[in-house]
């Protein structure tokens, strides 16, 4: 199947800038999260089969089995763009140019951090201002390396810290600035937290740089701010919950420039295609 294929218009976004918002069929790339255990099997078996889903654009979490060097000639060998790259919070504080140069390596425009560490009592609001600090510096690095900072929503920054219902994640969003950090949202965390992830894009409208799609199975418990939840609750896009045709509209006005599929279902060969069936069905 080879559905993204048509889809590809790649631009070139000049991090810190202000980014064009695109459609998502023009941009719809995989997390390569999604084939964790292919790529424990064979890292460039886990490429192929990205390409045999038509896909030209991903993000990644990883290399595999590969030095950084390998695994962008095998992306490149298969026409795959890095647009943007995971690395742990724990890795960015051991060895942030180390995280800055593989991310250059793999030729992506973007760092992302995917979650932060919280001990019992939660992700609480002085956590936030910390990490918002951490983040302010490491994007004035990442800026100075030619990169864009960012950070992909977990769930347990929704917990009201505050009588007025001020969350850890309102902090985060301002004390970190806004040249020097973007944010990633993943939908299905969002959602999971019991927030409204059209209503989120439209209030932080100029901050969303990316979305991860990923659906909610239709019954499963929302309202809770744990960032963790059973694979079976996570359903091909389309199949769960979300309103994916408001979600994508609100992503695009908040000027939102790449998607990805993140697949961490039992069955992400299965539903991987079927996520895919369903969007193209949406109209542009």
């Not at 800038?17 to 695109?22: E, G, I, K, N, Q």
Request: some cysteine.
């Amino acid at each position: 199947m080879k559905l993204l294929r048509s889809f590809a218009c790649l631009a070139t976004i000049l991090p810190g800038l202000t980014a064009t918002a695109a459609n998502f069929h023009d941009h719809l790339g995989l997390q390569l999260w999604s084939l964790r255990d292919q790529t424990k099997a064979s890292t460039t078996g886990a490429l192929d089969l990205t390409v045999g889903f038509g896909f030209t654009e991903v993000e990644t979490a990883g290399t595999g089995s590969l030095s950084p060097a390998d695994f962008a000639m095998e992306l490149q060998a298969r026409q795959l763009t890095v647009i943007a790259s995971h690395a742990g919070y724990e890795a960015l504080q051991k060895d942030l140019p180390k995280a800055i140069a593989d991310a250059k390596t793999l030729g992506a425009k973007y760092l992302i951090c995917p979650a932060l560490p919280h001990g019992k009592e939660g992700f609480t609001a002085d956590d936030a201002r910390r990490i918002a600090a951490e983040f302010n510096a490491w994007g004035e690095a990442c800026r100075a390396a030619g990169l864009m900072f960012g950070y992909h929503t977990h769930g347990f920054e929704f917990v009201a810290a505050t009588a007025g219902g001020e969350t850890p994640f309102d902090v985060l969003m301002r004390e970190t600035k806004p040249e020097l950090v973007c944010f990633e949202m993943d939908v299905f965390w969002v959602f999971h937290a019991g927030v409204d992830p059209v209503k989120l894009l439209q209030k932080y409208s100029t901050r969303w740089r990316f979305l991860h799609v990923k659906d909610i199975r239709k019954g499963a418990v929302t309202g809770l701010s744990s960032g963790s939840a059973p694979p079976t609750d996570k359903v091909a896009v389309g199949d769960g919950q979300i309103d994916w045709p408001a979600v994508l509209s609100a992503a695009e006005k908040a000027g939102v420039t790449h998607y990805f599929i993140e697949d961490e279902s039992t069955e992400p060969l299965k539903n991987i295609p079927a996520s895919l069936r369903y969007l193209a069905t949406l109209k542009r």
